[in-house]
């Protein structure tokens, strides 16, 4: 499959029809073939992406100083990300262009999980924005239940058990990044983001009108997802590629924002809970093999080694690496 699709999933909603089975089997085809589909019908209302667009501008509209006081540590994953913070994993390339702000599955301080996995926590929520916990918040929700949508779809078009996926994301690691990809000019080098792989279980996201995500084919070439206003592009996440023994496929992707216009962005990462280990429910395929993961580990590893003095090491999942 060297094209995405457009999908309507709205039929998910009622199971046990002719139509959800065939939007099962749309899904089906698109994320074993190229990994990505762009999804409309989803009840998501485009006035409150528009919101949450809103909110992500003007907190990166914040003074620069302040922002640095909200930035992340080494001991909380959340917060401002500085720009040109990030690098490839495999220590080759230039920093890619754009800056961020983290924020994870929302609990309390006192919230019991947190004795199981350091992790979990509340975030930051700059006050210089005071409405965009509840903005971002409400929207996630919305996500959530999309998410647990497609999940549904994928068991039944793996042949897996209900509640096989879906079971695996209550107290869930799920998380976002707000983003800011500054203009890049025709003749700079590297790239918004850095062509990768998702290390999470499904992404989605609301593109930018300016463009600049592009999605690898299997035969090497570079398109971009043609989404309609209102839709979302979706793509399965080397989780789901584990968890399916190679069956859906987590592929390459990569940002380059030379629209000459300031780019938004604000991906929601589906992960597991803490205490889940991926390993695949269904016979691998010939060639596939890699290593069971633990999220809380997967997630600990993750955090640990984007710091640009830290390595992986013997004990840290391949998950996202691009092998060459």
Request: glycine share 10%; charged share 20%; hydrophobic share 35%.
């Amino acid at each position: 499959m060297d094209s995405i699709p457009t999908i309507d999933i709205s039929p998910l909603a009622e199971p046990n029809t002719a139509a959800y089975d065939a939007t099962v089997q749309c899904i089906i085809q698109a994320c074993t073939g190229i990994g990505f589909l762009s999804i409309t019908g989803t009840g998501v209302p485009r006035q409150t992406v528009d919101m949450v667009r809103q909110a992500t501008q003007e907190i990166f509209a914040i003074e620069e100083t302040r922002k640095w006081e909200q930035a992340i540590t080494r001991e909380n994953y959340r917060g401002y990300i500085p720009m040109g913070f990030f690098t490839p994993n495999d220590g080759s390339g230039k920093a890619d262009k754009y800056e961020g702000y983290k924020l994870h599955h929302e609990v309390a301080e006192d919230a019991p999980v947190r004795a199981d996995c350091v992790l979990y926590g509340p975030n930051l929520w700059p006050d210089e924005v005071p409405g965009a916990k509840e903005i971002i918040l409400g929207y996630w929700a919305q996500l959530d239940r999309v998410a647990d949508l497609l999940l549904g779809a994928l068991e039944a078009g793996l042949n897996l058990k209900p509640d096989t996926l879906r079971g695996a994301f209550r107290d869930p690691m799920t998380n976002m990044t707000l983003l800011h990809y500054p203009p890049q000019a025709e003749d700079e080098a590297g790239y918004g983001i850095h062509p990768h792989k998702d290390t999470d279980a499904l992404t989605i996201i609301a593109p930018d009108p300016v463009g600049g995500l592009e999605v690898q084919t299997r035969t090497g070439g570079w398109i971009t997802p043609d989404c309609p206003p209102g839709g979302f592009v979706v793509n399965i996440g080397d989780m789901l590629e584990l968890w399916s023994g190679g069956r859906l496929k987590s592929t390459p992707h990569r940002v380059v924002n030379r629209s000459g216009k300031e780019r938004y962005s604000f991906p929601y990462f589906a992960v597991p809970r803490h205490n889940v280990i991926v390993e695949p429910m269904l016979p691998a395929l010939p060639g596939f093999d890699r290593p069971a993961v633990h999220c809380g580990h997967w997630s600990a590893e993750i955090w640990r080694t984007n710091w640009p003095d830290e390595a992986a090491d013997v004990n840290t999942p391949e998950l996202g690496t691009l092998h060459v």
